[in-house]
């Protein structure tokens, strides 16, 4: 009899508990604290976020305008960029209040057809007088490798650990190359049988032929040059082929002289009104 | 006794398990008065043994009810954090794309030009170097408006910028901004092989270092032995390009009164080429280097 009262009261505390359980415990669809609370906070994350993503949107959309601008005004289109950092600084440097940090940096992107990655190491030492930061580790891998030309450019770059030169170079080499291009798709499409592009319309030189005059030859060699200070400006010669017989008969070596006076014609017309001039003056009965 | 479902759809449960609950509440508590009525021993236990039974049942019912109303809010809140997962992803990815992007702005200043877009045009942030070491930069705030115009700059006062936009800031951005580049570049270098001359090599000066504020003319003199009987060497150095960071003309002058022994001609001579040809503090730690090994020849 005990047991079974004591089971009742046991029962009858327990019910009231579940009641109380079952009070406190809201519908998901009743406004009342805790699950409500946590849900509203939920919703005002979601509407911070809308909100914040609209922020987030303008602000990207202003970033990216700005990347553009740089983009358009270097000539050069960074992609990607990551830094580590790592503090050197020493117990006995920090008691002569000397600090050193190495910067390492990794960056990718690419002008027009070359793309590049460099990966370079910036030391920065901080002294009660002043702050020194040096370049101390440049390495710089460019695809296409062909360009014989950009390659020492490169070497010389990594060696003097000269970021500004590098890309400044880069971006008129590029210039000039895209130009060369230019012009001697220009000069094919306008005199198809005339002027031949060995490697295509990237190649560095252009060879004008005449169907009417076979074994004369015209091929103008337009390298681009990079001197020891970063300078770029191309560098055209013109080369000669012409029949023994030609050469015989030619008293007032003309063609001898023939790549000195081009310079003189570039100097004097330009690139490309030079260019023209040669090819009509070879083609000169084709054209008549 | 009625076996009313507690478990009703949605709105009507609350009212509906509650209600329920109070049913079976009066129905105990009837037979809890009841149970307090006067009955014979046999009777109690068996109406305790009925009530026990009522209440288990009970409380069972009540635990099912909490049991399903912790499931329900748990399965609404589930309903909506799909959703929220899907916004969410949408946010990260811009957040992260606005990382990238940061990221690259920060690194156009290792061009050399860098820049940042303003409500008037553009701040354009040049940085200067000289062999690896980096330097000063400047800057040069422009508003587009016809004509362009530069709204302020901290471009030193002695370097040709009014020349420099009178050629090329209405026709060519760019070009504008890439002389500019070069002056500011070669100034930079100067100034820094002048400062590293007279911090790192004061010892072989023996006079202070003549310099004007572009760092292009520069005099000094200087020995190769600081201690020797030997007259100091005068160099003025002359910078006529103000895009080059090495100088167009060399004097290097004996300051003694007698003439110059045959070795030391050919001192002055390479002297002067060295000083056309090295940036300024190299060419004196080439002469520190010197005097290193000459002691060294002494010793032995």
């Known amino acids: 009899m005990d047991t079974e009262l004591a089971e009742v009261r046991a029962l009858q505390a327990e019910i009231a508990a579940l009641r109380r359980a079952c009070e406190d415990q809201p519908a998901p669809w009743e406004e009342k604290s805790g699950v409500q609370k946590s849900f509203q906070a939920i919703q005002q994350f979601s509407s911070e976020g809308w909100k914040s993503s609209k922020d987030l949107k303008s602000q990207l959309g202003h970033l990216e305008s700005e990347l553009s601008f740089l983009s358009t005004l270097t000539g050069i289109n960074i992609r990607n960029y990551s830094k580590q950092t790592e503090d050197l600084t020493g117990t006995e440097m920090t008691e002569k209040s000397i600090r050193k940090v190495l910067q390492r940096h990794r960056l990718s992107g690419n002008c027009h057809m070359v793309t590049f990655q460099l990966e370079f190491q910036i030391l920065e030492i901080q002294n009660k007088e002043r702050l020194s930061s040096a370049v101390t580790d440049l390495n710089i891998i460019m695809e296409p490798t062909e360009c014989s030309e950009l390659s020492e450019f490169v070497s010389r770059a990594e060696e003097r650990k000269d970021l500004f030169m590098f890309f400044r170079s880069l971006h008129f080499f590029v210039e000039w190359f895209e130009y060369r291009k230019r012009t001697f798709e220009h000069f094919k499409e306008k005199y198809p049988e005339a002027v031949h592009l060995s490697e295509g319309p990237s190649s560095p030189s ?3 032929r005449s169907a009417s005059q076979p074994g004369f030859e015209l091929v103008i060699v337009w390298r681009i040059q990079i001197d020891e200070d970063g300078k770029v400006f191309p560098k055209l010669d013109l080369l000669t082929k012409v029949p023994q017989r030609a050469l015989e008969l030619d008293k007032n070596r003309a063609i001898e002289t023939a790549p000195l006076s081009f310079r003189t014609l570039l100097g004097v017309l330009g690139i490309e009104a030079a260019l023209e001039s040669l090819i009509k003056s070879l083609c000169a009965e084709q054209n008549g | 006794m009625e076996q009313t479902n507690p ?11 509650l209600a329920h609950l109070e049913r079976l509440e009066t129905q105990m508590s009837k037979s809890c008065k009841q149970s307090e009525e006067p009955q014979s021993v046999q009777a109690q236990e068996g109406a305790l043994g009925t009530k026990i039974h009522k209440l288990r049942r009970l409380r069972d019912e009540l635990r099912a009810a909490v049991r399903h109303r912790q499931a329900s809010v748990k399965a609404s809140i589930a309903n909506v954090e799909p959703n929220l997962a899907v916004e969410m992803s949408e946010q990260e990815v811009l957040e992260e794309k606005l990382e990238n992007v940061k990221a690259v702005l920060q690194a156009y200043r290792f061009t ?5 877009l303003t409500s008037r045009g553009v701040c354009v942030c040049i940085s200067t170097a000289f062999e690896g070491t980096l330097l000063d930069s400047y800057f040069v705030d422009l508003v587009i408006q016809k004509p362009l115009q530069i709204h302020h700059h901290s471009v030193p006062v002695f370097i040709p910028l009014e020349e420099i936009a009178a050629k090329y800031l209405q026709t060519n951005i760019q070009h504008f901004l890439f002389s500019l580049c070069e002056y500011l570049n070669a100034y930079s270098g100067r100034k820094y092989q002048a400062d590293r001359l007279q911090s790192d090599f004061a010892a072989l000066l023996t006079g202070p270092l003549q310099r004007n504020p572009l760092c292009n003319l520069l005099s000094f003199t200087y020995k190769l032995d600081p201690g020797g009987q030997s ?44 000083f056309c040809t090295k940036p300024l503090h190299q060419v004196f730690a080439s002469f520190a280097r010197k005097g290193e090994k000459l002691d060294m020849s002494l010793v032995s």
């Open chain 1, 206 to 208: 252009m060879v004008i």
């Open chain 2, 7 to 17: 478990l009703r759809p949605d709105g009507e449960s609350k009212g509906g398990v």
């Open chain 2, 112 to 116: 050399g030009l860098s820049g940042k």
């Open chain 2, 231 to 274: 007259f100091p060497f005068c160099a003025r150095l002359l910078y006529k390009d103000l895009t080059a960071t090495l100088p167009t003309d060399v004097t290097v002058t004996y300051q003694g009164v007698e003439p110059l022994s045959t070795s030391w001609e050919e001192q002055r001579a390479s002297h002067e080429t060295l």
